[in-house]
Each structure stands twice: as C-alpha cells, then as structure tokens.
C-alpha cells in the first residue's frame, strides 16, 4: 500500500484508486490526465502488459462521465525495445482511446527519443482526427523547429520546460535561458495554432505569460500541473474558468517517482520528513 507521505503525488495503486482520484478532482472543477507509472522496459512483456492496461483504463473511462484521458510514456510501451514496438502499442491505445472517445496524451522522454516520438504523433494525431497530443520540451534548442512542424497537425501539443538533463551542444542548461525559451516556444505557438496549446507548468510566471498571450492572440489553451503540487493554485484557475488538467500518476512503482518528486524541491523534502516526524 502507498503509505500516506506518496499519496500526495500519487493516485494510487489500482486503476479503482485512479478513478476515484479522479472523481474528487473532478468535483474541484480540475480535470486528469491519468498516468500509469513504469518507464525503460527492456522486453516486450511489460511493455504489451502496460498497453493492456491502458486499453483496459480507457475502457473503464469510456463508462463513466469522468473528465479524464491518459498520458503514456513512449518507453513504458516498447520504445526502448523498437520504434516499431511503440508504434503497435500506441496504436492499440489510441484505438481505444478512438472507441470510447477519450484523449491520448504521449510524454517527451530524452532527446534520443525525440523524433520516434514525434513521427509516432504525427502518424496517430492525424489518423484519429486529433485524438492524439505530444509533448515538446523547452530545453531543447530543436524544440521551434518541431513547432512549425507540428503546426499543421491536429492534436494538442503540450510545452514543458523539460525533465531530463541534457548535453550542452543540444539544449539550454541555465535555467534564465531555457525560461527565455519557453516563453519564445509558447508565443509561437499562440501565434501559429489554432488551439490546443498546454501550458506544462507550475511556474506562475509562465501562466501569467499564457494568459497575456490568449488576451493578445485568443488562441484557446489549457493549463496542466503535476497532481500534489500547487493544488490551491489548480483549484483557483479553474474557479476563475480556466481549463485546468492535473497529470496524475498511478501504479504500483510509485516509489521512484515519489523520491523524483521529494528531491527536486525543498519544500517537498520538508513535506515528507514532517510527515514522517509526525509534526
Ligand atoms: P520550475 O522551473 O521547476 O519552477 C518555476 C516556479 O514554479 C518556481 O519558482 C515556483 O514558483 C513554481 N513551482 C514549481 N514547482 C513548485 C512546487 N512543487 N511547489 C510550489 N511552487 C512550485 N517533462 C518532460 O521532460 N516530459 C514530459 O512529458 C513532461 N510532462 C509533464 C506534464 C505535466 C502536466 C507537467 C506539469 C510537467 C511535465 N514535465 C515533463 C516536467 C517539466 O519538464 C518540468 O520539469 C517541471 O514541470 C518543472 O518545471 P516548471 O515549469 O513547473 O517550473
């Protein structure tokens, strides 16, 4: 069981856990992009057992009047193993996805996965209609030239500042520059697109930056942040009729990412050792 401390970030164990989350989200005006944690499979069995279980997920979303869609990771699903391995089993989810009418989202993992991940989109955005979102990361310097390419896809792409460290000669690693790009990157794509646009953030600098830029140029967006953080703030924006998604994993290798969660910030750090200490 997930003790406690991790239930912050995480939805739980079971896909019952994920979709209750969900309902209580929902109730706040916050929608959820459900993630199945696991990530690097080196054979095909997890790989095909994890598409089952987002088939299976997209079914059991397909019942219900939650507002809801998932987010899967390209090596989660067999790219680590052949692109043409996480082509067969984004296909078998974006199928699903097709059936029941619900939204794939499919995550950006380092830059060696870049362009099999792109060319996955562009072949599965196009084939459901726009069923289909990518997202693109703000560190990397390639990251406008992949912009104007997608412009024309339908599907929603979603800009993060990125997750991965990254060698010098092919993204930003001072944090001033890649927030320079971010900004570039997303009034770009306020200018270019004709809708969905993600904000992947939780800075409130770059929301603020989104909101001038929909005033400027009307383009339709939606804001996306990680479930436990700034939860009041996801809360608010939706008050204030913004269209909020909170990504919010499940599963039961939480504890990796629960320690990702707790080391990349120091308040989360004093979070967890509170709860521990009890105090
Ligand atoms: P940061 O630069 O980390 O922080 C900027 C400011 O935001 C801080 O100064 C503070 O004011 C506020 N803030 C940030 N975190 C907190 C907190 N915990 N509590 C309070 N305030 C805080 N990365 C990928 O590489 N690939 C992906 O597919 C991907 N998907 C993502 C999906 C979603 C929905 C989100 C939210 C992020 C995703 N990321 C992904 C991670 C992303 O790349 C960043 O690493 C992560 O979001 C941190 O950057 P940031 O923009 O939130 O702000």
């Not at 279980?53 to 987010?71: E, K, M």
């Not at 084939?127 to 896809?153: I, K, Y």
């Amino acid at each position: 069981m997930i003790p406690p401390i991790a239930g912050r970030f995480v939805a739980g164990e079971t896909p019952a856990t994920a979709l209750e989350h969900t309902r209580r989200t929902n109730a706040d005006g916050v929608k959820v992009i459900l993630n199945l944690l696991g990530e690097h499979y080196d054979s095909r069995e997890p790989a095909d057992a994890d598409a089952t279980a987002y088939v299976d997920l997209l079914s059991d979303l397909g019942r219900t009047d939650l507002d809801a869609c998932v987010s899967v990771k390209p090596s989660q699903i067999g790219l680590d193993i052949g692109e043409d391995v996480f082509r067969e089993n984004l296909e078998r989810i974006t199928d699903a996805a097709a059936e029941h009418d619900e939204f794939v989202w499919v995550d950006m993992e380092d830059h060696d996965t870049t362009d099999a991940t792109l060319s996955a989109y562009e072949t599965f955005a196009e084939a459901t209609g726009g069923n289909v979102g990518v997202c693109v990361q703000a560190n990397l310097r390639r990251t406008r030239t992949d912009l104007e390419r997608l412009v024309d896809v339908p599907g929603k792409v979603r800009l993060v500042k990125g997750a991965y460290d990254e060698p010098e000669d092919i993204a930003y690693t001072d944090k001033a520059d890649v927030n320079e790009s971010y900004r570039e990157n997303l009034e770009f794509m306020f200018q270019e697109f004709d809708g969905g646009i993600a904000v992947g953030s939780h800075d409130p600098a770059m929301i603020q930056y989104a909101t001038d830029l929909h005033d400027e140029y009307g383009t339709d967006f939606e804001l996306q942040m990680l479930m436990g953080v700034r939860e009041d703030a996801q809360r608010e924006l939706a008050e204030d009729g913004y269209e909020v998604w909170q990504y919010a994993p499940y599963g039961g290798k939480w504890f990796s990412y629960f320690y990702r969660r707790i080391r990349e910030r120091k308040e989360n750090a004093l979070f967890a050792l509170r709860a521990i200490a009890g105090v």
